[in-house]
């Protein structure tokens, strides 16, 4: 099979992965007893032709099946229907807004969750005895950190305590940034802005530190199991028989440890979104996580059902993007 | 006797971790079933004479909050509604999950490709998004949190029961079973399950810490309890307010806790899959 | 014969394990002469492997050398640095594995695998020179050149047994150690690379050490057979002497053990187990097990005994009329 064509095949398996999603959040949604209009607007009275008027301004006054392929019809155009909370806003376009700042954020999050994790692991793979022990219990505790108390840990410390780094926010509000991408880094860098990339890195370090701690500890696990596995494999000893320099022996060994490597990063993913999701609360990161919760205490149901989805492709998307990395790099799965 | 159990444990692959890790557990239940003996003031109440925002004392070992109340006796009612929403979400978890991964794995056909299509949907998705919404819609409640928490875990535990039905299926002797004409429900019962229940242990461990910063994660955002009722993940909310104040002792003795028990489970899910040697996920 | 090429002795090595210190190789003097197919045989747990890995420098912790020299070519490999082990290994003593897919980079080609080795070893000045070395090494073997481009997986167990030989003769060493490289391959493709190995031998002068279990096919192929047991080599000779005339008890109830497709016989195992490593018997470490054991081989280590022809055997009872 050409690579080609495992790309397109891989693709078409995001649909059936979108659709269960979409159904069970469909499901919780409207199907489950509540009348989310009648939540999202509170307790005040409001008569009854009006509620009518918003339910079938919504298409919630249609039968359920009709809305749920409504719904999905509109997924395809890119269309996830209009906030229930905020007047004519389109939740498409919200989350669009919102979603740079998170992929930004997971994005040095998960650079700081390999970095630490190939450090950790690959030290205790290549200097064993105590040292591996101690990076073993580390992948353990920093499975189990709770992401907020590490951050505000990290908040009182560096910027309450030291007031080296600020302690929220994407970029100093007084450093004009003219947006074009929505990633601020690069923005910053096109529109040769030195002052606002220097804010938005100390803005980043905290929340990608965060992250990217609580996510290392699998990454830790998986390179010392793998990586002192590969170097004490048949294969390096060949390598070393036939007089190669050990370093060398270590970058084949590290190729052949990336692919269970790469296959957690895929797993990943969906903990770094969820761990995104807990990071910007606690840094007032302006990112799609904060807008998730922000729309639930608002009960705001069409931008909790449009973010959901999003995130449900995302990660398809990211699962298959995976897996066919996981194809280049191991000839074993394609051919 | 109990001795001789933990002395056995501790022999075992892993022991060191399973025992350490179960002791963790059983050290907060005990503080959960008796928390108003343990606890020295209410948890809502504040006490004649104790003041707002006052670091650790000996009479308020972890301080306490903006309104007076002690930090302390919070975190050990807290433990009571994690405990309450975690082994509950866990033992429905397990009651769906592991049937729906013996019959799906041990049956095979198209009802098993359309649940494990379901299944490793949910399991590939971030879980506390999904709890988030259905927690949303629900309400804040200790049981419609750990329905929210159900909705993550019975994939887990119907994924890794059908990997091991699978893996236990293509052996000689369920295959000498089956052609001695045994019926499926007793081989399901006495001989797959039996071996499967390693599996599912590990599973309650290594899930078990998962849904514990789930839990933390959800009550963070006001979708477990409402505030005075004590939780970990609540007070850390809260207690953010006042970390510019210097009150670190609001946000770090509750997140200190839930490490604790979330490393209580881990190590028993790490130890036990030791000891049996189970891969977990 | 030639001159030596390889010199052990009084070679210990030994593995400290948490169960205690596994004398795999304790007081081994070997020669091995330039051109010569010499084939060390034992059972599993003879530290024959170890032995084999040594000449290599490739004795992995826990395991030392902790006594003895291993002389080849003026450098002592049992002390040699780093650069200078590596400079040796591959380029003049070359070493084939029992699993020869398990010894292949899984996710490399293979002619990238032994280019790069080409390389290393400044035999090329260019990846492409490298890579016409590979190929022509691989059709020495009998792999055709145009399989330089698939991937371990995609060649069968005899194929990737010939590609690893190919990997060491494309580095033009003096010595090839053999460590059970036929083991893990049906006896069709077994007298296949035997043959090979017998022809690069003619070829190029190779000089080959194979280790094996199988006592008939050390005799069959190689000049000289040693027989080790127990970490300790107890006889060395001529295949031929060896297998007619055996001065060893042990070596006499390996002989016994072969099967014979032609001649029906009755194969006899040898009774009892390998000693256990951490422990092993005092004086003659057969004695256990031996149907000939005196009073003197329980306390003192048996004499060696040379034999005419060349060789000689460890036992009291060695140039002996014996029964049997």
């Given at each position: 099979?050409?690579?080609?064509?495992?790309?397109?095949?891989?693709?078409?398996?995001?649909?059936?992965?979108?659709?269960?999603?979409?159904?069970?959040?469909?499901?919780?949604?409207?199907?489950?007893?509540?009348?989310?209009?009648?939540?999202?607007?509170?307790?005040?009275?409001?008569?009854?032709?009006?509620?009518?008027?918003?339910?079938?301004?919504?298409?919630?006054?249609?039968?359920?099946?009709?809305?749920?392929?409504?719904?999905?019809?509109?997924?395809?155009?890119?269309?996830?229907?209009?906030?229930?909370?905020?007047?004519?806003?389109?939740?498409?376009?919200?989350?669009?807004?919102?979603?740079?700042?998170?992929?930004?954020?997971?994005?040095?999050?998960?650079?700081?969750?390999?970095?630490?994790?190939?450090?950790?692991?690959?030290?205790?793979?290549?200097?064993?005895?105590?040292?591996?022990?101690?990076?073993?219990?580390?992948?353990?505790?920093?499975?189990?950190?709770?992401?907020?108390?590490?951050?505000?840990?990290?908040?009182?410390?560096?910027?309450?305590?030291?007031?080296?780094?600020?302690?929220?926010?994407?970029?100093?509000?007084?450093?004009?940034?003219?947006?074009?991408?929505?990633?601020?880094?690069?923005?910053?860098?096109?529109?040769?802005?030195?002052?606002?990339?220097?804010?938005?890195?100390?803005?980043?370090?905290?929340?990608?530190?965060?992250?990217?701690?609580?996510?290392?500890?699998?990454?830790?696990?998986?390179?010392?199991?793998?990586?002192?596995?590969?170097?004490?494999?048949?294969?390096?000893?060949?390598?070393?028989?036939?007089?190669?320099?050990?370093?060398?022996?270590?970058?084949?060994?590290?190729?052949?440890?990336?692919?269970?490597?790469?296959?957690?990063?895929?797993?990943?993913?969906?903990?770094?979104?969820?761990?995104?999701?807990?990071?910007?609360?606690?840094?007032?990161?302006?990112?799609?996580?904060?807008?998730?919760?922000?729309?639930?205490?608002?009960?705001?149901?069409?931008?909790?059902?449009?973010?959901?989805?999003?995130?449900?492709?995302?990660?398809?998307?990211?699962?298959?993007?995976?897996?066919?990395?996981?194809?280049?790099?191991?000839?074993?799965?394609?051919? | 006797?109990?001795?001789?159990?933990?002395?056995?444990?501790?022999?075992?692959?892993?022991?060191?971790?399973?025992?350490?890790?179960?002791?963790?557990?059983?050290?907060?239940?005990?503080?959960?079933?008796?928390?108003?003996?343990?606890?020295?003031?209410?948890?809502?109440?504040?006490?004649?004479?104790?003041?707002?925002?006052?670091?650790?004392?000996?009479?308020?070992?972890?301080?306490?909050?903006?309104?007076?109340?002690?930090?302390?006796?919070?975190?050990?009612?807290?433990?009571?509604?994690v405990l309450q929403v975690v082994v509950l979400s866990s033992i429905i978890s397990l009651l769906v999950g592991v049937p729906l991964g013996l019959v799906s794995g041990y049956y095979g056909g198209p009802i098993d490709r359309l649940l494990s299509m379901v299944m490793d949907s949910l399991y590939a998705f971030p879980g506390i998004i999904l709890a988030i919404a259905v927690a949303s819609v629900l309400g804040p409640s200790v049981i419609n949190a750990a329905i929210a928490l159900m909705v993550i875990y019975v994939p887990t535990y119907y994924r890794m029961t059908r990997a091991r039905v699978l893996e236990l299926k293509s052996e000689p002797f369920i295959e000498a079973l089956q052609a001695m004409g045994t019926p499926d429900r007793l081989i399901l019962a006495r001989h797959i399950l039996p071996n499967v229940a390693p599996t599912i242990l590990v599973v309650f461990g290594l899930a078990g810490a998962d849904a514990i910063l789930t839990e933390a994660g959800l009550s963070f955002f006001g979708l477990v309890t409402v505030y005075p009722t004590p939780d970990w993940g609540l007070d850390l909310y809260y207690g953010k307010n006042y970390l510019l104040n210097g009150a670190w002792w609001l946000v770090f003795f509750p997140g200190a806790a839930i490490l604790t028990l979330a490393l209580g489970f881990a190590l028993l899910g790490e130890g036990l899959s030791e000891r049996f040697k189970v891969r977990g996920e | 014969m030639g001159e030596v090429l390889l010199s052990i002795r009084n070679l210990k090595i030994y593995y400290y394990t948490l169960s205690g210190i596994v004398r795999a190789v304790d007081g081994v003097d070997l020669d091995v002469y330039s051109g010569e197919w010499i084939t060390i045989v034992g059972e599993s747990g003879s530290g024959k492997s170890t032995l084999a890995m040594s000449v290599l420098g490739l004795?992995?912790?826990?395991?030392?050398?902790?006594?003895?020299?291993?002389?080849?070519?003026?450098?002592?490999?049992?002390?040699?640095?780093?650069?200078?082990?590596?400079?040796?290994?591959?380029?003049?003593?070359?070493?084939?594995?029992?699993?020869?897919?398990?010894?292949?980079?899984?996710?490399?080609?293979?002619?990238?695998?032994?280019?790069?080795?080409?390389?290393?070893?400044?035999?090329?000045?260019?990846?492409?020179?490298?890579?016409?070395?590979?190929?022509?090494?691989?059709?020495?073997?009998?792999?055709?050149?145009?399989?330089?481009?698939?991937?371990?997986?995609?060649?069968?167990?005899?194929?990737?047994?010939?590609?690893?030989?190919?990997?060491?003769?494309?580095?033009?060493?003096?010595?090839?150690?053999?460590?059970?490289?036929?083991?893990?391959?049906?006896?069709?493709?077994?007298?296949?690379?035997?043959?090979?190995?017998?022809?690069?031998?003619?070829?190029?002068?190779?000089?080959?050490?194979?280790?094996?279990?199988?006592?008939?096919?050390?005799?069959?192929?190689?000049?000289?057979?040693?027989?080790?047991?127990?970490?300790?080599?107890?006889?060395?000779?001529?295949?031929?002497?060896?297998?007619?005339?055996?001065?060893?008890?042990?070596?006499?109830?390996?002989?016994?053990?072969?099967?014979?497709?032609?001649?029906?016989?009755?194969?006899?195992?040898?009774?009892?187990?390998?000693?256990?490593?951490?422990?092993?018997?005092?004086?003659?470490?057969?004695?256990?097990?031996?149907?000939?054991?005196?009073?003197?081989?329980?306390?003192?280590?048996?004499?060696?005994?040379?034999?005419?022809?060349?060789?000689?055997?460890?036992?009291?009872?060695?140039?002996?009329?014996?029964?049997?």
């Open positions: 099979m050409s690579l080609l064509r495992y790309v397109a095949v891989r693709s078409a398996l995001i649909i059936p992965t979108v659709l269960v999603l979409y159904t069970v959040v469909f499901i919780v949604m409207r199907v489950l007893p509540g009348d989310p209009v009648r939540a999202a607007l509170g307790v005040h009275y409001i008569p009854p032709e009006e509620l009518e008027e918003i339910r079938s301004r919504l298409g919630l006054d249609e039968p359920l099946y009709i809305q749920y392929f409504e719904y999905l019809a509109g997924i395809l155009r890119g269309d996830l229907g209009e906030s229930l909370v905020f007047e004519g806003r389109s939740v498409w376009s919200d989350i669009i807004d919102r979603f740079p700042a998170t992929l930004e954020l997971a994005l040095a999050g998960s650079l700081v969750s390999i970095a630490i994790g190939f450090i950790t692991g690959g030290l205790a793979a290549l200097k064993g005895g105590i040292v591996d022990r101690l990076m073993r219990v580390y992948g353990i505790i920093a499975y189990t950190l709770f992401i907020p108390w590490l951050g505000l840990m990290l908040q009182y410390i560096f910027s309450i305590r030291l007031g080296l780094l600020p302690s929220g926010g994407r970029i100093d509000p007084r450093v004009g940034l003219e947006e074009v991408t929505g990633f601020y880094l690069v923005d910053s860098i096109i529109t040769g802005n030195p002052h606002a990339f220097v804010s938005t890195l100390e803005h980043l370090i905290l929340p990608s530190l965060t992250l990217g701690i609580v996510l290392s500890g699998a990454y830790t696990r998986i390179v010392r199991v793998h990586l002192s596995e590969a170097l004490r494999s048949e294969f390096s000893i060949a390598y070393r028989a036939r007089g190669l320099r050990e370093s060398a022996v270590f970058i084949h060994a590290l190729r052949n440890s990336l692919v269970p490597i790469v296959t957690l990063m895929g797993l990943q993913f969906a903990l770094l979104l969820g761990g995104a999701i807990l990071t910007e609360t606690t840094f007032s990161w302006p990112g799609l996580g904060s807008f998730l919760v922000e729309r639930v205490m608002y009960r705001d149901y069409t931008a909790v059902q449009g973010a959901v989805v999003f995130f449900a492709v995302i990660v398809s998307v990211v699962s298959m993007v995976v897996d066919v990395i996981y194809a280049i790099i191991d000839p074993r799965i394609r051919y | 006797m109990a001795l001789k159990l933990i002395e056995g444990l501790l022999r075992a692959p892993g022991g060191f971790m399973t025992v350490a890790g179960a002791s963790i557990i059983v050290f907060f239940t005990a503080v959960a079933l008796a928390a108003p003996f343990i606890a020295p003031y209410p948890p809502d109440v504040n006490p004649p004479g104790v003041g707002v925002l006052e670091p650790p004392s000996l009479k308020n070992p972890f301080g306490t909050n903006e309104l007076g109340y002690d930090v302390f006796s919070r975190v050990v009612w807290g433990a009571r509604v | 004795i992995l912790p826990p395991g030392r050398v902790v006594e003895g020299s291993i002389l080849f070519d003026g450098v002592d490999i049992a002390k040699a640095g780093i650069e200078e082990l590596r400079r040796i290994r591959g380029r003049r003593i070359g070493v084939i594995f029992q699993d020869p897919g398990a010894y292949l980079d899984p996710l490399r080609t293979v002619g990238s695998q032994i280019a790069e080795a080409v390389i290393e070893h400044r035999l090329a000045s260019s990846w492409d020179e490298a890579w016409v070395k590979a190929e022509e090494a691989l059709e020495l073997v009998g792999v055709p050149a145009s399989r330089a481009r698939s991937y371990p997986h995609q060649l069968s167990g005899g194929q990737k047994q010939r590609v690893a030989i190919a990997a060491a003769i494309a580095l033009e060493p003096e010595l090839l150690v053999a460590d059970e490289p036929t083991t893990a391959l049906d006896v069709i493709v077994q007298a296949k690379i035997m043959e090979l190995l017998e022809d690069l031998r003619r070829k190029k002068g190779l000089t080959i050490l194979m280790v094996t279990h199988d006592i008939a096919l050390a005799s069959e192929v190689s000049d000289r057979v040693a027989v080790m047991y127990a970490g300790r080599i107890v006889e060395v000779g001529g295949s031929r002497r060896i297998v007619e005339s055996p001065s060893h008890p042990y070596t006499r109830m390996l002989v016994e053990s072969v099967p014979d497709v032609w001649v029906k016989k009755p194969v006899r195992s040898i009774p009892g187990d390998p000693p256990d490593l951490r422990r092993p018997p005092r004086g003659c470490r057969f004695h256990p097990r031996c149907p000939l054991a005196l009073e003197e081989c329980r306390s003192k280590q048996p004499p060696r005994v040379p034999m005419p022809g060349g060789g000689w055997a460890e036992c009291f009872l060695a140039g002996m009329e014996y029964g049997g």
